[in-house]
């Protein structure tokens, strides 16, 4: 879209703005055929079955003659084929493929010549059909051609990169392409299913290679069907619309992403056409290219979405949502967006005539640089670009991930003490509970050592790191760790503008409170280093938060951080001071200090260690673990935090580097002990406050004490509290 008056320059609009346009652009696709054995409904989310007949439907987008300033060259190619001067409609192949004839369905070439099954026909649903009595006009159902099926190179190349197909037998935790809503037709391996993958800090290689095998074969061929599109055919006489489409300039992380899409369409357009879901960018990805051509987006869509069109702020066309990326014997769901840069490049480069991109290497892009040119980022986004190098990539002897927080430009890290001692909370409580052991898989340390694969670990770090052995050599320091373990072989990787570095890191402290801290130092300083910037003002429940870490993909990856956006859910506070073990109901009752944040946004394995941040890319506190259902399913958008606030020795710590300040952290404080095990205090103990302004954290503290016998069937970590009625748990990523 185009600003008023002002020629070229790209306003900034609405959800709601953006919406109303994109509607125009957006289309159901119906694909209906014969289908007496029900095959081909096999493994959707939804469909419709009857008389031996089968209807699937997805998402589109709508592309009327002259509607793009530059068409892309498979367009004007296909369309040369085929002598079709109307509308195209791109969409997801997906809905298409299983109802092309045997021949074609699982060839991997281009089809620029696919045939439907006999009596199979798709049509589509646009707005602004025929007008009715009433004057307004309304849906209407378009008969359309199947033009080509093509695959989009550049996107499968970066989703291959992504999940690890190229890498050997060193495979990714087992991934797939589809909807987690829909049937699983595949025995899979019981313990595969039962695998919490990526439990509690991060992937394991050991996780890793159990799957390896299977994937080794699978993954390779899953990228390219994964990001395979299909062009339709309109007659220009059907349609009524003639709009004008810009193409968005390259996205950020963060930036701002409309869906619109019809989910579930085909089993009420009534009520499912067109709807809209808006989220954010939350990486970019490419392969061999400086274009970004997959995009992972932090929106929440559902099962017939796919295919829909993907806008900006601006109300540009940014590309069409594919279906997700999602783990087997997992929960994490990855949106995944091809963008229209890929989709440009498909059959030949397309020149750039209205803007020149910046030159990337891989997916990085300028993060700390602000634009000029019009459109120019908002504030939020650029004090968001400027916490991203802030977070860094934490490994432990070659196996788990974290996240990490730079605290200064002396190379200060702050992470979980989670990582470097999982024992202690897998094991045992934060309370002294003795729990049930986790699996071995779960609880080692170091399996990638002990499966004899260092080799292949060594072709991903740099060879100084290889054999750095980082002591403990602070003697107050090593009295705070797990006396059988006080070396570590701790690996930083730091994201700067054009590259990755990795750097050896050194154990400064560990919190033997309640906290879950820990202190990393460099060895070395690459490059100058941008420390985060806190805020220790205490944080209301319901502002905008955005959560920064490496969830999912870790070392093996090239990808930065990931973001996630949501809302602060609720701030859990304790009377102040904080850190006394001797703090009661009568001591500054009305001096409140945040301890937990809980956030909406999604945080997955391997973002334990990373920031939530405000509006304002200021850090309010540290992600340490989110909520896992008694079932065993982790929750993404139910995550526990340590406010920025709490942590107010750590940051002194930073500045002056005296390890007496860090005492306090270590003292016994049986609130904030009773917090983080999501278990009520005693009775004879101030109980904590909820963020709520009608005062009403005195009667919830009262309904724990009540209920105490019933809450105490919540579970930590991966360990059972042996009682009835299991709710949930907390689970360390």
Known sequence: MVADGIPGERKTMEPAEIAQFARNLSVMVRVQGPDPKGLKMRRRAFHLHQSGRTTLSASGILLPPGSLDETPPIIDHVCEIHKHAGAVIVTCASVIEPFLITEQRNDPRQLFSPKLIHDAHIDVLFEGGEKGGDGVAGPCWVPVKLLAVVDVPASSAALRSLIGAQSGSLGNPSWEVGWSLAPVIDDLNSEASKRQVGNDIGFTFESRRNFASEDSSNSTHMAQPAMRIAFLGVSSL????????????????????????????????????????????????????????????????????????????????????????????????????????????????????????????????????????????????????????????????????????????????????????????????????????????????????????????????????????????????????????????????????????????????????????????????????????????????????????????????????SVSSGVLANVVRLPAPLHKSNSTSAENKENLVPVMLQTTAAVHPGASGGAVVNSDGRMIGLVTSNAKHGGGAIIPNMNFSISSAALKPIFEFAEKQDMSILHVLDKPNELLTAVWALTPPSTTRQQPFIDNKEGRGSQFARFLSERQTDFGSLKIGDNVIEKPSDLFRRSKM
């Not at 274009?291 to 900006?312: Q, Y």
């Not at 020149?351 to 990085?364: A, D, S, W």
């Not at 890290?413 to 909370?425: D, G, S, V, Y």
């Not at 205490?538 to 999912?552: D, F, M, Q, S, Y």
């Open 238 to 561: 059907d349609v009524k619309v003639m709009l004008n489409v810009e193409v968005s300039q390259p996205q950020k992380n963060g930036d701002l992403l409309l869906v619109i899409g019809s989910p579930f369409g085909i089993l009420s357009p009534f009520h499912f056409f067109n709807s809209v879901s808006v989220g954010a960018v939350a990486n970019c990805c490419s392969q061999d290219s400086h274009h970004c051509s997959l995009m992972m987006a932090d929106v929440r869509c559902l099962p017939g979405m796919e295919g829909g069109p993907v806008f900006d702020k601006h109300g540009c066309l940014t590309g069409i949502l594919m279906r997700p990326l999602k783990q087997k014997g997992g929960n994490a769901e990855i949106q995944l967006v091809v963008t229209w840069d890929a989709i440009a490049t498909v059959w030949g480069e397309r020149p750039h005539k209205e803007f020149q991109r910046p030159n990337r290497n891989l997916i990085y892009k300028d993060m700390g640089s602000v634009s000029s040119s019009p459109g120019s980022p908002s504030m939020s986004q650029l004090s968001l670009e400027k916490a991203l190098p802030s977070i860094v990539l934490v490994t432990v002897d070659g196996g788990a991930w974290a996240s990490g927080v730079l605290l200064n430009d002396q190379g200060l890290i702050l992470t979980n003490a989670h990582l470097l001692e999982p024992w202690r909370f897998d094991k045992t409580s934060l309370l002294g509970q003795n729990k049930t052991t986790t699996s071995s898989t779960e609880c080692k340390i170091n399996p990638f050592k002990l499966e004899g694969n260092h080799s292949q670990w060594r072709n991903m770090l740099p060879s100084q790191l290889e054999n750095s052995n980082a002591m403990v050599d602070d003697e107050r320091t090593a009295s705070l760790l797990n006396l059988s373990r006080k070396s570590y072989n701790i690996a930083v990787r730091l994201d700067d503008k054009k590259c990755q570095i990795w750097s050896s890191a050194r154990v400064v402290y560990v919190s033997r409170g309640p906290f879950d801290v820990a202190l990393l130092q460099l060895e070395s300083l690459p490059f100058q280093l941008r420390a985060i910037t806190p805020e220790f003002a205490h944080p209301t429940a319901g502002i905008n938060v955005r959560v920064i870490g490496h969830g999912l993909f870790g070392p093996r990856s090239v990808l930065g951080p």
